[in-house]
Nanobody, 124 residues
Framework: QVMLAESGGGSVQSGGSLNLSCIAS????????MAWFRQAAGKEREGIAA???????VYADSVKGRFIISQNAIKNTLYLQMKSLKPEDTAVYFC??????????????????WGQGTQVTVSS
């Protein structure tokens, strides 16, 4: 089982930017799906972006055009570039892995490995 560890969270003002990273304990090979989720206080965990082994990306409407998901060349690091941040982006952000992306942004139940999460706080 791959181990995942996020970093890069922090506090920014509305309109600011943050970049998150997620390092995997080993190179992710073969068919795979890597995704970012977030969970705001009192809310369910939601998928916001995913990338598969064909470098196909998909985004939730709430972050489309503001966030970019990517992987490094050897596919052991997942990134999330976040810009034009809003207070409603405040949440704990998690990276996750699965064997296959189902087509849209995955649900938490589809993922088999998770990081511990990193807090992102956006103030108005």
């Amino acid at each position: 089982q791959v181990m995942l560890a996020e970093s890069g969270g922090g506090s920014v003002q509305s309109g600011g930017s943050l970049n998150l990273s997620c390092i995997a304990s080993r190179e992710i090979t073969g068919s795979h799906c890597m995704a970012w989720f977030r969970q705001a206080a009192g809310k369910e965990r939601e998928g916001i972006a995913a990338i598969d082994s064909d470098i196909f990306t998909v985004y939730a409407d709430s972050v489309k055009g503001r966030f970019i998901i990517s992987q490094n060349a050897i596919k052991n690091t997942l990134y999330l570039q976040m810009k034009s941040l809003k207070p409603e982006d405040t949440a704990v952000y998690f990276c996750a892995a699965a064997t296959l992306c189902g087509g849209g942004v995955p649900s938490p139940a589809e993922m088999v490995a998770w990081g511990q999460g990193t807090q992102v706080t956006v103030s108005s």
